[in-house]
């Protein structure tokens, strides 16, 4: 009796962009600057979010969280792709491959909630302003970003551990630069549909329902901007949507082209160059965003480099 939970495969292959030979060492050099940017810009957000007390509020408590996330989220991804863009060995190990779909849907989901988050902290400050230090306290901030993680653990460990519990004895290689699900689901020998609808589904929960509320949420909070009398009101606030807004576009529009698609139309060669805007360019651009948008971070910075220069002088 063959056993379905028999697992054969020591390493996977991520072919990734081996058939584009010609532009592998422009693509690393792309690819490692974005890396540099993200671990850059988002660590300088880390920095400031906690040493500048102007900063210790929900709006940048919450903006903290994300830029962990980016760090995280394409560090899974990107020292590896940079390593196989120039070497001829492009194999991960199995369990490896596993570790590297947990983490990422982990980070992944994680991002998506913690946008919504964010869209509700918008949402009480200009619509609720009054009640706004009583609901988004920092038990309540705590509690929202806690969830938003619990979500990301828990969807990261159950699909990553169904995935890998399957049996693999055929095909070792994708045509990725990393392992996300529906490219580890074609090594399989079982039969997938209950995964394949289980992806679907959860895509359905946590990319799909966390985008209606944000865009629900910033239908109020237009509405809200628009009765204001004061124009200068009126700017201030559409200023500190602004950048949110932006990251949202940025990411879920990305994700949503390559996720929200019937299986028949899954492209690999498509999936993977749209996957390289939310993986390696939109964590590099995330703390752009925020810092050129936004007065608060950019006075925290001058702040933060006039103080550094007064005790090195």
């Known amino acids: 009796m063959k056993n379905d939970n028999q697992t054969c495969l020591i390493e996977i292959v991520l072919l990734g962009f081996s058939d584009f030979k010609t532009m592998r060492e422009l693509l690393f ?21 906690i040493v500048s007390r102007t900063l210790h509020t929900p709006m940048y408590f919450f903006l903290w969280n994300l830029s962990f996330l980016e760090i995280g989220y394409t560090s899974t991804i990107s020292p590896k792709m940079l390593v196989n863009l120039l070497s001829e060995n492009k194999t991960i190990s199995f369990w490896g491959c596993g570790s590297q779909l947990c983490f990422f849907l982990l980070f992944s989901v994680t991002e998506c909630c913690l946008l919504c988050v964010m869209a509700y902290d918008r949402y009480v400050a200009i619509c609720k302003p009054l009640q706004y230090p009583y609901i988004m306290n920092y038990r309540e901030c705590a509690k929202l970003a806690a969830i938003s993680w619990a979500f990301g653990i828990f969807v990261g460990l159950g699909q990553s551990i169904s995935i890998f519990t399957l049996s693999f004895c055929g095909l070792n290689r994708i045509s990725h630069f990393f392992c996300d699900v529906m490219p580890v689901l074609r090594l399989t020998s079982t039969n997938t549909y209950k995964n394949e609808v289980a992806n679907a589904t959860l895509t359905v929960v946590f990319v799909l329902i966390p985008l209606l509320l944000i865009f629900f949420s910033y239908i109020l909070i237009i509405s809200s901007i628009l009765r204001m009398l004061v124009a200068k009101n009126r700017c ?5 949507c602004s950048s949110h807004l932006t990251v949202v576009f940025l990411y879920y529009g990305t994700i949503i082209i390559t996720y929200i698609q019937p299986n028949t139309a899954y492209s690999m060669d498509n999936s993977r160059f749209l996957a390289l805007l939310y993986t390696v360019v939109t964590p590099s651009l995330n703390p752009i965003v925020y810092s050129l948008r936004n007065k608060e971070i950019r006075a925290a910075f001058k702040k933060s480099v006039a103080r550094k220069s007064v005790f090195f002088m």
């Not at 940017?37 to 400031?48: F, H, K, R, Y």
């Not at 201030?236 to 500190?240: D, I, N, P, Q, V």
Request: positive net charge.
């Open 29 to 49: 050099c792309l690819v490692l600057i974005f890396y540099f940017m993200a671990l850059m810009g988002n660590s300088l957000i880390l920095i400031l979010t």
């Open 236 to 240: 201030k606030a559409f200023s500190t």
